[in-house]
């Protein structure tokens, strides 16, 4: 973690935010990557929870530098994380009721039919979606699905075996939220 105490317009404010991908949960990175025109302090802003308008009272623009650089070394860090071939074994759940640590396995066809269906139709909508955008040519070759789009594969693939519960497709889509709250360097690599 980056941490530095900058001055403001009323006072001082103190700024935490993550310096490498596996102090980041993936709903920050989806927020990230949710906001192309984002500049500095917006990244700042997510990545430390601090509101934008905080930001903007600092009083002097050049002590986000040291924030820049490293908002600009997570960038480059996220994109090998899609290829990861160190997917963990166990992950664990941080619920309201305590914590819950589930195995993960790599065999889909061990989950509710339901959820491997809804798994493949997100799937399916990003690869049309990059090949409507991008075209059919060597469409494998450059393709990254969303983090928006692995969070929510995440969520099916996950949803019965951390709450107990039967496969609902609308409850898997609610259990996003919770999913959001792994670390990228966890829930990228398994999605």
């Not at 990545?47 to 308008?53: M, Q």
């Not at 664990?92 to 790599?106: D, P, Q, Y």
């Not at 809804?118 to 494998?140: C, L, P, T, V």
Request: charged share 25%; net charge negative.
């Amino acid at each position: 973690m980056i941490e530095e105490t900058l001055k403001t317009t009323k006072g001082k404010l103190r700024i935490k935010i993550p310096s490498q991908l596996n102090e980041i949960t993936l709903g920050q990175m989806i927020e990230i990557q949710e906001n192309p025109m984002l500049n500095d302090i917006g990244a700042i802003s997510i990545l430390s929870g601090i509101s934008i308008d905080q930001l903007k009272n600092v009083s002097d623009i050049s002590r986000f530098q040291v924030f820049g650089d490293a908002v600009l070394s997570l960038s480059h860090q996220i994109k090998h994380l899609y290829n990861s071939d160190s997917i963990p074994k166990k992950i664990t759940f941080s619920l309201g009721k305590g914590s819950i640590e589930v195995n993960v396995t790599n065999n889909l066809s061990v989950e509710p039919a339901g959820a491997f269906m809804a798994a493949r139709d997100i799937i399916a909508e990003e690869i049309n979606e990059h090949i409507n955008q991008y075209g059919k040519d060597d469409w494998e070759s450059n393709f990254s699905p969303s983090l928006k789009a692995c969070c929510q594969v995440l969520a099916h693939y996950f949803f019965c075996r951390v709450t107990g519960k039967q496969y609902n497709e609308y409850d898997a889509e609610e259990f996003c939220n919770e999913i959001k709250k792994l670390r990228v360097t966890e829930a990228l690599p398994i999605a």
